[in-house]
């Protein structure tokens, strides 16, 4: 599985992006997929996970009811809309897929198998 992620830039407080990843060489709709970051010095953090369908999401406590997790199968590809961003948000965004439907816990980065290269997202303040 590849997977390419973008949509990555500079931004100032408040503002709002949309981060894709499009993935290849597997059946897309039979991934479970996730969003990571991880700033410099800090571990790496789960910022959300979505379903096969796109039924079922999963958000990390620190962007909730900010961030938005959504996929399209048709085209596949996996969002993360950001909004209302702060400066804490500043990371390297990784989307990341999971073949074998390890369960409903997003969370652990280590059920996922396959990891893009990661997009910047830096928040002025």
């Known amino acids: 599985v590849q997977l390419q992620a973008s949509g990555g830039g500079l931004v100032q407080a408040g503002d709002s992006l949309r981060l894709s990843c499009s993935a290849s060489?597997?059946?897309?709709?039979?991934?479970?997929m996730g969003w990571f970051r991880q700033a410099p010095g800090k571990e790496r953090e789960f910022v959300a996970g979505?379903?096969?369908?796109?039924?079922?999401?999963s958000y990390g406590d620190s962007v909730k009811g900010r961030f938005t997790i959504s996929r399209d199968n048709s085209k596949n590809t996996v969002y993360l809309q950001m909004n209302s961003l702060k400066s804490e948000d500043t990371a390297a965004y990784y989307c990341?897929?999971?073949?074998?439907?390890?369960?409903?816990?997003?969370?652990?980065?280590?059920?996922?198998?396959?990891w893009g290269q990661g997009t910047q997202v830096t928040v002025s303040s």
């Open positions: 979505i379903s096969m369908t796109g039924l079922t999401q």
């Open positions: 060489g597997h059946t897309f709709s039979s991934l479970v």
């Open positions: 990341a897929a999971d073949p074998y439907y390890s369960g409903t816990n997003y969370v652990d980065s280590r059920r996922y198998t396959y």
